[in-house]
């Protein structure tokens, strides 16, 4: 079972250029999430998506953005890099975005803005 | 407001030298506390869910608990595969979105 695969695996990226990571999961899971982990900090959430075609604002929402066309898939696109959105960003789901459900983690992209 | 704090940050072990964990929260509302395993260069791994005080669950040499104001993860006996940084989160709230993660505690279990 794949679960949840995110691409790319590693990128570097020129500050002030764009991105879209991607989030793919095959479990049929409603809600999905957005998470960076830089060091010294814990997980952080970004944005989380409820259900297909609703989204939500996290801790550290600003500088990115994501979309939910349908269920399996939740990209994340930096419009405009900067050096301080380095760091490993995780895609995560569970079945529902009830406070009790268990949420699972992707292999994370680990993104360097030069 | 909401914090997760886990302790201590790092931890070397012989193999077979049993030990704790510990994840201390102050959250308005726990719905749950989480612990997950993260290899390096992996995303966490899914260890426990624990809801409500007194609570206990097992996994091979892993055990958490759960107080009113702390969480241990009880390692039994290690071995150094079990070597690997040990995140605890606490969710706040009714939603899913309101996950809190501490730093971590992470553990080598020397042969």
């Known amino acids: 079972t794949a679960g949840i695969t995110q691409a790319p695996t590693s990128q570097i990226l020129a500050a002030g250029r764009s991105m879209t990571l991607r989030c793919t999961q095959d479990?049929?899971?409603?809600?999905m999430y957005w998470y960076r982990q830089d060091l010294g900090l814990g997980l952080r959430l970004i944005h989380y998506?409820?259900?297909?075609?609703?989204?939500g604002k996290g801790e550290v929402p600003d500088g990115y953005s994501v979309s939910r066309a349908n269920t399996d898939d939740f990209p994340l696109t930096l419009a405009s890099a900067v050096p301080s959105q380095t760091s490993v960003y995780f895609c995560?789901?569970?079945?529902?975005?009830?406070?009790?459900?268990?949420?699972?983690f992707g292999p994370g992209t680990r993104l360097l803005v030069l | 407001e909401d914090q997760v704090t886990q302790s201590p940050e790092a931890l070397r072990l012989q193999e077979g030298e049993s030990s704790s964990l510990n994840c201390s929260y102050t959250v308005s509302g726990l719905r749950g506390l989480f612990w997950y395993r993260q290899d390096p260069g992996k995303g966490p791994e899914f260890l426990f869910t624990?809801?409500?005080a007194g609570e206990e669950k097992e996994k091979e040499r892993l055990k958490a608990t759960l107080t009113k104001k702390e969480s241990f993860l009880h390692i039994t006996a290690p071995k150094p595969e079990d070597s690997a940084t040990y995140l605890c989160?606490?969710?706040?709230?009714?939603?899913?979105?309101?996950?809190?993660f501490g730093t971590g505690t992470r553990l080598t279990v020397i042969p």
């Open positions: 624990l809801y409500s």
């Open positions: 998506s409820n259900t297909a075609g609703t989204t």
């Open positions: 989160a606490v969710q706040a709230g009714t939603g899913a979105n309101n996950l809190f």
């Open positions: 479990m049929r899971h409603n809600a």
């Open positions: 995560a789901s569970s079945v529902g975005p009830s406070a009790k459900e268990t949420q699972y």
